[in-house]
């Protein structure tokens, strides 16, 4: 099964951009669909973005919709995710997510990386 490993969070001012990778260890099939959630403190999981590996189209959650931007190598087996932007209420742990169903029904999540936005 295809594993998930993100990286490039961090902290950013207010304002600023930072662009979050996930490389899978195995070839993502044009069926999967790919996604970021995010959990912020005390919150529930919540999607920020997802794309249908074949391109097909694309998924953003209102807040981030002109921010945000998810894209996909697939010579690298790598989804990336674009923030600009940036802001506090961004701040949360970023899941780079996959359905081998194709659905929005992820069963593979990588194990989270840390995006700190200071105001």
């Known amino acids: 099964q295809v594993q998930l490993v993100e990286s490039g969070g961090g902290l950013v001012q207010a304002g600023g951009s930072l662009r979050l990778s996930c490389e899978a260890s195995?070839?993502?099939?044009?069926?999967?669909?790919m996604g970021w959630f995010r959990q912020a403190p005390g919150k529930e999981r919540d999607l920020v973005a997802a794309?249908?590996?074949?391109?097909?189209?694309?998924y953003y959650r209102g807040s981030v919709k002109g921010r945000f931007t998810i894209s996909g190598d697939n010579a690298k087996n790598t989804v990336y995710l674009q923030m600009n932007s940036l802001k506090p209420e961004d701040t949360a742990v970023y899941y780079c997510?996959?359905?081998?169903?194709?659905?929005?029904?992820?069963?593979?999540w990588g194990q989270g990386t840390q995006v700190t936005v200071s105001s």
């Open positions: 195995g070839r993502i099939s044009s069926e999967y669909t």
């Open positions: 794309m249908w590996w074949s391109g097909v189209s694309s």
């Open positions: 997510v996959a359905s081998s169903r194709g659905t929005y029904e992820f069963d593979i």
